[in-house]
């Protein structure tokens, strides 16, 4: 029987980590940490710096590279035959390193239910056969952090909120009946399609890192700031992470 904790450790600050998943990592019998290549060497570094400070038990610690999505085909299907692949390497490191049973942990960004697919993962292995208990360790999303770093609350007055995906925005536009829109994995700037009259953005790159880095105001005159830094920030460290959120103006001001 393997014991699955899937951890939220926040955006990769170690400040981010409550105190049950310190907990969690500690009672591991193995931590399992995934390489994404050497363009994104970042995060890896950032998921051993966890480890490094939060681990008091003697954990066993196994890094192993993550299978790569393919790119230029039907997007559903990549994604799906991606997962596929994600599980045969969990799967094949779990035969390796715990054949035996045992608590495996796995680190993951911001919250493993909003926007991430380890628990879909996870499901697959159970698919497949293996004996598999899941627990989530609930971690700070990339949404709070982003409203936090610009002191702002995340919903209008007594006002909903819609989060989406710039895959989505770019090929639907802004939502419909929405007034505040949170829009997570964008590839480039899906921002620009839309007509930026009466919408003000709160962008953020890096969140929690030190090199965070925040953008506010107007759509008509943040977008091109947001748009020219982005591609910077890009160049420079071979990735980027950033969401932002988008409001617009109601008749009653909030």
């Known amino acids: 029987m393997i014991d699955l904790d899937l951890i939220g450790i926040g955006t990769g600050n170690v400040d981010h980590l409550t105190a049950q998943a310190v907990a969690a990592m500690n009672a591991a019998d193995l931590i399992l940490l995934p390489r994404k290549g050497s363009a994104k060497s970042d995060l890896i570094d950032l998921r051993r710096e966890i480890c490094a400070r939060v681990l008091t038990a003697p954990v066993r610690v196994v890094e192993f590279d993550l299978p790569v999505r393919d790119d230029g085909g039907v997007y559903l299907d990549e994604v799906h035959s991606w997962h596929d692949a994600i599980a045969e390497a969990w799967g094949s490191q779990i035969a390796a390193h715990l054949p035996d049973g045992g608590r495996l942990a796995l680190l993951v960004w911001g919250?493993?239910?909003?926007?991430?697919?380890?628990?879909?993962?996870?499901?697959?292995?159970?698919?497949?056969?293996?004996?598999?208990?899941?627990?989530?360790?609930?971690?700070?999303?990339?949404?709070?952090?982003?409203?936090?770093?610009?002191?702002?609350?995340?919903?209008?007055?007594?006002?909903?909120?819609?989060?989406?995906?710039?895959?989505?925005?770019?090929?639907?536009?802004?939502?419909?009946?929405?007034?505040?829109?949170?829009?997570?994995?964008?590839?480039?700037?899906?921002?620009?399609?839309?007509?930026?009259?009466?919408?003000?953005?709160?962008?953020?790159?890096?969140?929690?890192?030190?090199?965070?880095?925040?953008?506010?105001?107007?759509?008509?005159?943040?977008?091109?700031?947001?748009?020219?830094?982005?591609?910077?920030?890009?160049a420079r460290h071979g990735w980027i992470m950033d969401v932002y959120l988008m409001r617009k103006e109601t008749k009653d001001g909030n």
């Open 111 to 234: 919250d493993p239910s909003l926007y991430d697919s380890s628990l879909r993962i996870a499901q697959r292995l159970r698919d497949g056969g293996m004996k598999l208990s899941v627990k989530v360790i609930p971690g700070i999303t990339s949404i709070q952090a982003l409203t936090a770093a610009h002191a702002i609350p995340l919903n209008p007055l007594a006002g909903p909120v819609t989060i989406t995906t710039g895959r989505m925005l770019r090929a639907h536009g802004w939502p419909d009946g929405a007034d505040t829109v949170v829009v997570m994995l964008d590839g480039g700037c899906a921002f620009e399609v839309l007509e930026p009259q009466g919408v003000t953005i709160w962008w953020g790159a890096y969140l929690g890192m030190a090199h965070e880095a925040l953008e506010q105001g107007p759509l008509a005159q943040a977008g091109p700031r947001i748009a020219a830094r982005r591609a910077d920030l890009r």
